[in-house]
């Protein structure tokens, strides 16, 4: 792993989220094995804990559940698609010794569609940037499981650049607001 894991997004992210930053816990840096948290400048965007293998292509990072905080869970857009794509942008720069990506994505969106549009919305997502092996399946009514593989070569990274070119443009357009917060304590 590169010495420095945690990654200050672009300039053009920089312009839509203030401070867009991926590292450990409090501002450290992130280390294989624990988690991985997003961050700007109003705070916790979510967190994960993504789990290491290794494969017949070599280190695999594996995601299957991201928490998002407040901020997210507020915003009536649907920004997953654009994390995920700032998390394949960390990888690429900070773990060049992961060959794959693999996404398990499962978890209802509320707010979002209905089930079916949400299976969609992740399939697009993971179309776009060129995840392969896309597998579904339904775990009852509003469940629903999507898996792939992601591999970064050359045609995939000019897509994920694609992606998130177009993700932080509409961010500029519609920044992201901060959550306010209550106050808790009262000046005497």
Known sequence: MHEDATWQAAPEAEAAIPGLTIGGPEGSRFRPGGAMHLNCAWGLLGALNPTFSTGRAGSVMHIDRFDASPLL?????????????????????????VAVLRFTLSRP???????????LMRLEALDRIGVEDIGFSARGASMHVIEGLWRPTTVNRRR????????????????????????TSSLS
């Open 73 to 97: 869970l507020n915003d009536p857009r649907n920004l997953g698609s654009w994390l995920l794509y700032e998390i394949c942008a960390f990888m690429c720069a900070h773990l060049p010794e």
């Open 109 to 119: 969106l509320d707010g979002l569609g209905t089930a079916s549009e949400q299976v």
């Open 160 to 183: 994920l650049e694609a992606a998130l070119t177009e993700h932080r443009a509409a961010l500029r357009l519609s920044p992201l607001r901060p959550v306010p917060v209550a106050e």
